[in-house]
């Protein structure tokens, strides 16, 4: 029989976040808030490897800030390793967190996509969004993590990521062009 596998699966290993987006139903959770348990990832990741999926998107957020958890690129690596090939695995960040040190890790990790969440183009417009960060220290760490990739050598796929209030705003062309200069792609919702 041919197993039909989802085409994601989130694995949230924290549910903590250091931002308080305005679009993010964050502040509506009704769950305690915290950190998964070891024991419990390592049986989401055997189950996952006992069923054999393939094919799938493996997410290591939902609605925490994945860098919140210090253990989170060992936890990649080591799900990556069960589970195996024929997955995309994948993060989404706000990258305030993201150090070089950090950057060098999720690459070592064998993490196959990131996708960085700015939406803005400019200081004022994007910390009205994303409330508790800051642009500057977002972009530099996000300009460091493509230093970091390109002497790794790394073939990370990375997607830049930003979310427009109306859609005949110009400032999905100027965030392209602003990043034009880097190997990513781009998502803009």
Not at 82 to 90: A, D, L, Q, R, S
Not at 97 to 124: H, N, P, Q, W
Not at 136 to 151: A, L, P, Y
Request: hydrophobic share 35%; charged share 30%; with cysteine.
């Amino acid at each position: 029989m041919n197993m039909v596998f989802p085409k994601a699966i989130y694995i949230e290993t924290t549910n903590l976040c250091n931002a308080r987006c305005i679009m993010c139903p964050h502040k509506y959770l009704k769950r305690s808030q915290g950190y998964m348990q070891e024991s419990i990832f390592r049986r989401v990741v055997n189950e996952l490897k006992d069923i054999g999926v393939k094919g799938t998107q493996i997410f290591f957020h939902k609605e925490g800030e994945p860098l919140l958890d210090k253990y989170i690129t060992p936890k990649i690596a080591y799900a990556k390793k069960e589970i195996g090939t024929g997955n995309e695995y994948g993060m989404n960040t706000n990258a305030m967190l993201l150090t070089k040190e950090k950057a060098a890790d999720l690459i070592a990790s064998g993490l196959d996509t990131i996708y960085f969440s700015l939406d803005g183009v400019e200081k004022r417009n994007y910390e009205s969004v994303r409330v508790n960060l800051d642009f500057d220290i977002v972009v530099n760490n996000i300009k460091n993590f493509f230093d970091v990739r390109e002497r790794s050598n790394s073939h990370i796929k990375v997607i830049m990521q930003m979310l427009v209030r109306d859609d005949d705003s110009p400032e999905a062309e100027v965030f392209k062009k602003q990043w034009s200069d880097y190997p990513c792609e781009f998502y803009i919702k």
